[in-house]
């Protein structure tokens, strides 16, 4: 007589061969004091935008019998008005949204990737491209950063050899990449797609808005790029990761053929509202991004006082090395009610820059960490 298998063992052996023993996606969610480990800003819905959101709502509720506009043709047209106040017109059919930009770039992954073909990224960069893609079936290459001196940066040269010798059929790049915070060369975008010939090449601008001066968007080359695509997010800048709304531009076809693969009515229509809501008040919603940069360079200038090794970001986080044991500090900031990132990188840690206060408790803990075994108990 066999013996009967356990659930777990049950669900494993019909669970898709590649994914078996994966682990999925997610940040530790604790309820500390300052919480730093997610790149979401620390600052709430300033109170009129509550109050049209709230009104928003209750304008749709009643409908919620019906489907949303499949199309969502308003928000569409208000993100590409946003988009276009950079001073690169952006048509609405240009525009494409999702629950969250994790939602875009699976739709991009499902309608250009899936089983027998390849995706290449630079890592480290965003964990969820590699998840992402290996969840419809591409095979994941781990391209190189690190190739020319500095231990994170991508150059031509590097990115170029990397595409010819894997031919992807997707290419992602992160500018300003995460967890490194380092931003990228429109040299490095434009090689990139001139030697992708059959590829569709991402560039994920999740961070966009917190970018140096100087650092100019991958919006300026889509024209006359058909396979070129900018996703962008809500989450970050606009303080609305709860809304969870996340977009992209490209070429209208490019749009087109994503409607191949999104499910029916995927946005829903409080979704669509509190967007809409959001972007109406786009200044008071990113009025916090210039002091939000001024705390990002704040712990640089504080880690770098303290002997670390923090990188220059031109996103809303700084990932700082010359730590001895990474996991290790990580657990003493958390003792003392900081919590930050883990990203997996040895002798690295990744810290959102929040506010003010929770800037000075966190260089106030790494102070404390960052002492001498024999000094760390001392006041």
């Known amino acids: 007589m066999s013996v009967p298998a356990t659930a777990d063992g049950a669900i494993t052996a019909l669970l898709r061969a590649d994914l078996r023993g994966e682990k999925p996606y997610g940040a ?27 009104a928003a709502v209750a304008a749709v509720a009643p409908d919620l019998n019906r489907y949303p506009d499949r199309e969502f043709t308003e928000l569409r047209t208000a993100l590409a008005a946003y988009l276009s106040s950079s001073g690169t017109a952006i048509d609405p059919a240009q525009v494409w949204a999702g629950n969250g930009s994790n939602e875009v770039l699976q739709h991009v992954v499902l309608a250009f990737g899936g089983p027998g073909r390849t ?8 964990s969820m491209h590699p998840i992402i893609s290996g969840s419809v079936g591409s095979t994941w290459v781990d391209g190189l950063r690190g190739q020319g001196g500095t231990p994170f940066d991508l150059t031509v040269e590097s990115a170029v050899a990397q595409v010819r010798a894997h031919d992807p059929h997707v290419v992602f790049l992160c500018s300003p990449n995460n967890p490194t915070g380092t931003a990228l060369g429109l040299d490095v975008v434009e090689a990139v797609y001139a030697a992708a010939e059959r590829a569709v090449v991402v560039v994920d601008e999740a961070y966009e808005e917190f970018a140096r001066p100087g650092r100019p968007s991958a919006l300026t080359l889509l024209a006359g790029r058909p396979r070129l695509v900018v996703t962008r997010t809500m989450s970050k800048a606009f303080a609305f990761a709860g809304g ?18 999104r499910l029916p009515y995927h946005l829903s229509a409080p979704t669509q509202a509190i967007a809409l809501a959001a972007l ?15 705390q990002r360079d704040r712990i640089v ?32 900031l958390l003792d003392r009610g900081v919590l930050v990132r883990d990203v997996g990188i040895p002798h690295y840690l990744r810290v959102t820059a929040g506010t003010p206060a929770e800037t000075g408790a966190f260089l106030a803990a790494m102070a404390q960490v960052a002492r001498p075994e024999q000094d760390r108990s001392a006041p």
């Open 280 to 294: 109406r008040h786009a200044p008071e919603m990113l009025a916090t991004v210039e002091v939000i940069k001024e």
């Open 301 to 332: 200038v504080g880690l770098a006082e303290l002997g670390l090794d923090p990188v220059a970001s031109d996103a809303n986080f700084v990932l700082f090395g010359g730590l001895d044991d990474a996991p290790q500090t990580w657990r003493e």
């Open 28 to 54: 530790p969610q604790l309820d500390v004091p300052v919480r730093l480990n997610t790149n979401e800003s620390s600052y709430p819905v300033p109170p009129a935008v509550v109050a049209e959101i709230t």
């Open 244 to 261: 969870r709304l996340g977009y992209l531009a490209a070429d209208p076809a490019l749009v087109d053929a994503l409607r191949l693969v």
């Open 119 to 126: 995706a290449l990224g630079f890592t480290p960069a965003y």
